[in-house]
């Protein structure tokens, strides 16, 4: 607020514009590496046939610019022995980790998101009793800050303040929260299969998810894969499989949010849990699903604001504050899906495929290449099949293969300079077998690409009153017969020669704010009034 006359004040009316700023992130890769003993009610190790793990982060804690993050690697492995009735079995662990990052001291203090990838995971046999695991874990920790810019919109005050607004295209947060997704189900294993006695191996995903905005809520819908390798409770004790997709779908709260605005909302498992119960009659066929997604909740509304342009006043000198702001501004949001095919080859010292129990695919990202309104996409799905051999000696085993893809996204508006993320998912990963040495892949993956503009823009934060130079304006005459030039505008010659756009439109019987190079003008100064 700036003083006019006594009594009277010059005031900028301002509005605030939500915005989402990154304002510090960072990668820590971790090795992870132990032996392990088979515990003794274990047979020996003959063969391991496949592993599997996942990370659990337990703890998050910000000390003098460090961030301290604790975790385990859970880790499952299916194994053959030897000499065995039940010929297939598992050992589960966990190898725990203690990691600090270096962050920047001005992020320590805030809540961060870290998110994990599994780059590598590896088992060896040491001997028949012992094993070792080894695993590449990569971190990646960002600190997000939500924050208002605060813009001036307009002038109170006297009548002759005069100010002009320009129109900008922004996007203003809505929302920016995470929130929890619990999906509950219990599933009853087919009459064709056989009671559980051990669960060997499973695998539980995601795919198909969909996710839609309506008035203060968004709905989300799924389904979740669930794959086991069980040992029945028969004489012989056979390994069976079972393979099902469960449907889910709910409803989140979301205060604020409407189907006009734009959703990037991540999902992920961050806790999973299948526990085998009797049914009615005694026997092991249900299982008690429980998945928690985690999800990352941010909702864009794209706006229009006209933000005050300039102000200045006949009757007295007001000079803007003026600094420039920057704003984010969403260009397009591009959900788009592309199918891949490939063969994988069995290696020569792998056994030959009798039957294909389970396919599990990773999408990895290598290279983004941008374009003038596109970006290549350069990856991989890493995939892994576990199969029934022919080989009697060796039943069940495991091979990895790497599918490699390229896909350009078509990204309408995007420039050289724009910030944009790609999220990337496996939608469907299907297999089917040619013959006993070659597989068919077939893989729909989703590229989620979200891309924004960085705008600076020069806005008015405060202004300065002053009274005007009476000796300067003593000078300049009352009347002023002017040629518009190259480049000018109605309000430069206003507020140039201290009167209003109103007055030169009224001298000049203008119907409106046209003007053109060459025309003439009657400019009367409006100060006169009370020099």
């Known amino acids: 607020m700036s003083k006019y006359k006594e009594g009277i004040s010059v005031e900028l009316v301002k509005k605030n514009i939500h915005m989402n700023k990154l304002r510090c992130k960072s990668t820590l890769q971790l090795t992870l590496d132990d032996d392990f003993n088979v515990p003794d009610v274990k047979p020996d190790i003959d063969q391991i046939i496949t592993e599997q793990g996942e990370i659990r982060i337990n703890d998050i804690k910000a000390m003098n610019g460090k961030l301290l993050v604790k975790g385990v690697l859970k880790f499952n492995i299916l194994y053959l022995s030897e000499g065995d009735q039940r010929p297939i079995q598992n050992i589960s662990g966990e190898i725990p980790f203690d990691e600090v990052i270096n962050m920047e001291i001005t992020c320590t203090d805030d809540e961060p998101s870290v998110k994990w990838d599994l780059e590598d995971l590896s088992t060896g046999l040491i001997n028949s009793r012992k094993l070792s695991v080894k695993s590449i874990v990569r971190l990646y920790v960002a600190v997000e800050d939500l924050y208002d810019e605060e813009t001036a919109v307009m002038v109170q005050g006297p009548e002759d303040v005069q100010y002009i607004n320009k129109k900008i295209e922004v996007t203003d947060v809505a929302i920016n929260k995470k929130d929890t997704f619990r999906i509950k189900d219990e599933i009853t294993l087919p009459t064709n299969k056989s009671n559980i006695a051990n669960l060997l191996y499973k695998d539980i995903g995601l795919s198909s998810v969909e996710v839609r905005l309506f008035e203060d809520k968004f709905t989300i819908k799924g389904e979740v894969p669930i794959f086991i390798l ?302």
């Open 230 to 531: 069980y040992t029945s409770d028969g004489e012989d004790s056979s390994v069976e499989y079972y393979e099902t997709d469960i449907p889910f779908n709910g409803t989140i709260d979301c205060n604020g949010c409407n189907e006009d605005m734009i959703d990037d909302i991540t999902y992920g498992i961050i806790s999973q849990n299948l526990e085998i119960k009797p049914d009615p009659d005694g026997e092991e066929r249900v299982m008690d699903l429980e998945v928690i997604l985690e999800l990352g909740i941010k909702v864009y509304k794209v706006e229009e604001p006209e933000v005050l342009r300039d102000v200045y006043c006949p009757s007295k000198e007001i000079i803007p504050v003026i600094r420039n702001a920057d704003y984010e501004n969403l260009v397009i949001k591009n959900n788009s899906k592309h199918r891949i095919a490939d063969r994988i080859n069995v290696p020569v010292n792998l056994p030959k495929i009798l039957q294909i129990c389970h396919a599990q695919g990773d999408i990895k990202i290598d290279d983004i290449i941008p374009g003038d309104t596109q970006l290549q996409v350069d990856g991989i799905i890493e995939v892994k099949i576990l199969y029934i051999s022919e080989d009697d000696h060796r039943p069940m085993n495991s091979l990895k293969g790497v599918i490699p893809f390229s896909q350009i996204i078509e990204l309408k508006g995007m420039k050289p300079d724009s910030n944009y993320e790609i999220k990337p998912y496996i939608d469907q990963l299907s297999v089917m077998m040619l013959d006993s040495d070659e597989i068919e892949v077939k893989a729909t993956i989703n590229l989620n690409a979200i891309v924004f503009d960085l705008i600076t823009e020069a806005i008015i934060t405060d202004i300065n009153v002053a009274e005007l130079d009476m000796n300067k304006l003593q000078l300049m005459p009352g009347i002023i017969g002017y040629i518009v030039k190259k480049g000018d505008s109605l309000w430069t010659i206003a507020k140039k020669y201290y009167t209003t756009m109103d007055s030169i439109r009224d001298i000049n019987e203008m119907a409106d704010d046209r003007i053109s190079e060459g025309d003439k003008l009657i400019i009367m100064k409006q100060v006169d009034a009370i020099l």
